[in-house]
């Protein structure tokens, strides 16, 4: 669209004007610049099945650009939304994503091991970075993609969903608000059955094994549950229960205690072998129980105060997780979920690992 057209555009709009002389194109084009352009980057299932359908949903942010190793895919998905040509890219042109100004945001949908290179780089870019949990596989790496984005000027947001999640809203308000007294014990679990045998989640070298996939929802659940920070692990067992596929130490099944200031522990566990997804959290004045309480939806719960129980559609949680990001970057607010929080649990990662390792208590 030449200048000319947009400032017609922009006028018709503002005056509430005619558009019947403006092309159909030109209109779409700066109604959609109203909204923050987001270019998804790995084209597996989380996007495919989750990611793009929740950006055909979304208020304040469309999908603008695909980064894709996988020429058959940018075929595909240029033809089912209507994705402009300049706006796919492959691995090794994505450093040009800088100068296109449909792009707002990349997301990063890689495997854990890829998460510091494509941040970096899209910060560099100049681009706003959205990055899938786990965060990465270090906690130094994790450091450097904050410190990147600072250097930017860009904003650094970990798709940490449960945060936008209502169900997760309203047991973190009674905790935080003490409505049913202190907290002395969570116990939580986050897990399903995954029989995939030669996925990214199967590699070591490539941020496998389920600590960093589904455990974070576990360390969370912890977090959140006591609205606390941990101080040590207490303890930890990290298991392959088939040793032909988790191999070279990769566990598919963890446990571990985590030890909260005031004599407050939590245990979790995740596992790729066995299917749970609960949490309860016991206070001085009753118990917060919810299960399912992490799944994509479903999510429920009670406690003494009555029924936890927001209902919504799939994919619901990751539309409004986008819809609230891109309403940080419009309105130059701090996102909810920054990449501090992520660095937090690869923390608790990298200290869960070493004391399954060393058998030992490990302070965080």
């Given at each position: 669209m030449n200048t000319q057209s947009r400032r017609n555009v922009l006028k018709s709009l503002a005056l509430g004007s005619s558009l019947a002389l403006v092309s159909p194109y030109d209109i779409l084009a700066v109604t959609k610049k109203r909204k923050i352009g987001v270019a998804l980057v790995g084209l597996g299932y989380y996007s495919t099945d989750l990611l793009a359908p929740a950006l055909q949903q979304t208020e304040h942010c469309y999908l603008a650009g695909i980064v894709t190793g996988t020429p058959d895919k940018a075929v595909a998905w240029k033809e089912k939304y209507q994705i402009p040509e300049k706006n796919i890219y492959n691995y090794d042109n994505f450093d040009s994503i800088a100068d296109n100004p449909d792009i707002d945001v990349v997301y990063v949908v890689l495997p854990p091991s890829m998460h510091e290179e494509y941040v970096i780089r899209a910060s560099n870019a100049g681009k706003h970075v959205w990055c899938e949990k786990p965060m990465a596989v270090t906690s130094q790496e994790c450091k450097n993609m904050i410190n990147a984005c600072k250097k930017n000027k860009v904003q650094l947001t970990i798709g940490y969903r449960l945060h936008h999640e209502p169900?997760?809203?309203?047991?973190?308000?009674?905790?935080?608000?003490?409505?049913?007294?202190?907290?002395?014990?969570?116990?939580?679990?986050?897990?399903?059955?995954?029989?995939?045998?030669?996925?990214?989640?199967?590699?070591?070298?490539?941020?496998?094994?389920?600590?960093?996939?589904?455990?974070?929802?576990?360390?969370?659940?912890?977090?959140?549950?006591?609205?606390?920070?941990?101080?040590?692990?207490?303890?930890?067992?990290?298991?392959?229960?088939?040793?032909?596929?988790?191999?070279?130490?990769?566990?598919?099944?963890?446990?571990?205690?985590?030890?909260?200031?005031?004599?407050?522990?939590?245990?979790?566990?995740?596992?790729?072998?066995?299917?749970?997804?609960?949490?309860?959290?016991?206070?001085?004045?009753?118990?917060?129980?919810?299960?399912?309480?992490?799944?994509?939806?479903?999510?429920?719960?009670?406690?003494?105060?009555?029924?936890i129980n927001h209902s919504y559609e799939v994919p619901w949680q990751q539309a409004k997780q986008m819809d609230d990001d891109a309403l940080a970057i419009i309105g130059n607010k701090a996102p909810m979920v920054p990449g501090e929080e992520g660095l937090r649990d690869i923390r608790i990662v990298e200290a869960i690992l070493e004391s399954a390792d060393k058998g030992t208590r490990v302070k965080i």
């Open positions: 169900n997760t809203q309203e047991y973190r308000s009674i905790v935080q608000s003490n409505k049913l007294g202190k907290v002395n014990y969570v116990n939580c679990a986050a897990g399903y059955r995954e029989n995939r045998t030669d996925h990214w989640k199967q590699k070591k070298e490539m941020g496998g094994g389920v600590i960093y996939d589904m455990g974070v929802y576990a360390i969370q659940g912890a977090r959140l549950g006591t609205n606390m920070e941990p101080l040590a692990v207490h303890s930890a067992k990290a298991i392959s229960t088939r040793p032909e596929i988790y191999k070279n130490g990769l566990a598919d099944d963890v446990t571990a205690k985590l030890e909260f200031p005031g004599g407050v522990f939590a245990d979790i566990r995740t596992s790729f072998a066995e299917s749970t997804n609960f949490m309860t959290i016991e206070c001085e004045k009753g118990d917060i129980n919810l299960k399912p309480f992490s799944s994509y939806g479903g999510a429920k719960g009670e406690s003494p105060l009555g029924k």
